[in-house]
């Protein structure tokens, strides 16, 4: 026979009830339930979008915005972007092969012509080095490449004017399939410009002016944080 009392029964059932309520309380610093792990999928998202933010704000600003007094960028967009082929392999000026994809990392200024550098062939190779000159402390950002289609002897007066410039010889065939032309134009007639993951991106067009060259290089090494 049960000697409890009404009282008693009472608050066993309201001590009963507590211990419920604590057990169903979350403890602090712990998901409460679907909606905070989706809480936490969504933050690592955020994360991701502000760390690829910069870049995307660069090519958005420069292809889109175009804030310089609504004006369009001189040189040609190519699009879509080409990347520099992994097949495409190059003679460096010691003898050695090296694929060109390996000088990703920085803004490449491409001409192409023969080896022995007419006089149009020297003043894209002077337009270059004046224009990447003019980008002041920036200038370290872009490296001057000359692709040349053939392994002739380069002219004695070219080859130490130009030390800062990288004289590649590359298959024409290859370059040709790579980088594009305007209609009635050759690849020798152009100046490319190559961003630093490796993206053909940009043709400047035949009778070069080099002021309206360096003001693109200049916004482009501006607004974009990479390279």
């Given at each position: 026979?049960?000697?409890?009392?009404p009282?008693?029964?009472?608050d066993?059932?309201?001590?009963?009830?507590?211990?419920?309520?604590?057990?169903?309380?979350?403890?602090?610093?712990?998901?409460?339930?679907?909606?905070?792990?989706?809480?936490?999928?969504?933050?690592?998202?955020?994360?991701?979008?502000?760390?690829?933010?910069?870049?995307?704000?660069?090519?958005?600003?420069?292809y889109?915005?175009?804030?310089?007094?609504?004006?369009?960028?001189?040189?040609?967009?190519?699009?879509?972007?080409?990347?520099?082929?992994?097949?495409?392999?190059?003679?460096?000026?010691?003898?050695?092969?090296?694929?060109?994809?390996?000088?990703?990392?920085?803004?490449?200024?491409?001409?192409?012509?023969?080896?022995?550098?007419?006089?149009?062939?020297?003043?894209?190779?002077?337009?270059?080095r004046?224009?990447?000159?003019?980008?002041?402390?920036?200038?370290?950002?872009?490296?001057?490449?000359?692709?040349?289609?053939?392994?002739?002897?380069?002219?004695?007066?070219?080859?130490?004017?130009?030390?800062?410039?990288?004289?590649?010889?590359?298959?024409?065939?290859?370059?040709?399939?790579?980088?594009?032309?305007?209609?009635?134009?050759?690849?020798?007639?152009?100046?490319?410009l190559?961003?630093?993951n490796?993206n053909?991106?940009?043709?400047?067009?035949?009778?070069?002016?080099?002021?309206?060259?360096?003001?693109?290089?200049?916004?482009?090494?501006?607004?974009?944080?990479?390279?």
């Amino acid at each position: 026979m049960s000697m409890q009392s009404p009282r008693s029964q009472a608050d066993k059932s309201a001590a009963r009830a507590g211990a419920s309520a604590a057990a169903s309380k979350p403890m602090p610093g712990q998901p409460n339930g679907k909606g905070s792990w989706q809480r936490g999928r969504w933050t690592l998202l955020l994360l991701a979008v502000i760390c690829a933010l910069p870049i995307a704000v660069s090519y958005f600003t420069y292809y889109v915005i175009k804030p310089a007094g609504g004006s369009t960028s001189y040189g040609t967009l190519v699009q879509p972007q080409r990347p520099i082929p992994d097949s495409l392999v190059v003679t460096s000026e010691d003898g050695k092969p090296l694929k060109l994809a390996s000088l990703r990392g920085r803004w490449l200024m491409i001409s192409v012509d023969n080896s022995a550098c007419d006089k149009a062939c020297v003043t894209k190779l002077y337009f270059m080095r004046q224009i990447r000159t003019a980008q002041g402390s920036e200038r370290e950002r872009v490296v001057q490449v000359w692709l040349r289609t053939d392994a002739g002897n380069v002219p004695g007066v070219v080859q130490p004017a130009y030390p800062d410039t990288d004289m590649l010889v590359a298959d024409p065939a290859q370059i040709a399939n790579w980088l594009p032309v305007d209609a009635g134009t050759k690849m020798i007639d152009h100046i490319y410009l190559v961003d630093p993951n490796g993206n053909l991106m940009m043709r400047f067009p035949k009778d070069l002016n080099p002021s309206k060259i360096k003001g693109d290089v200049t916004k482009l090494l501006k607004w974009s944080s990479i390279g």
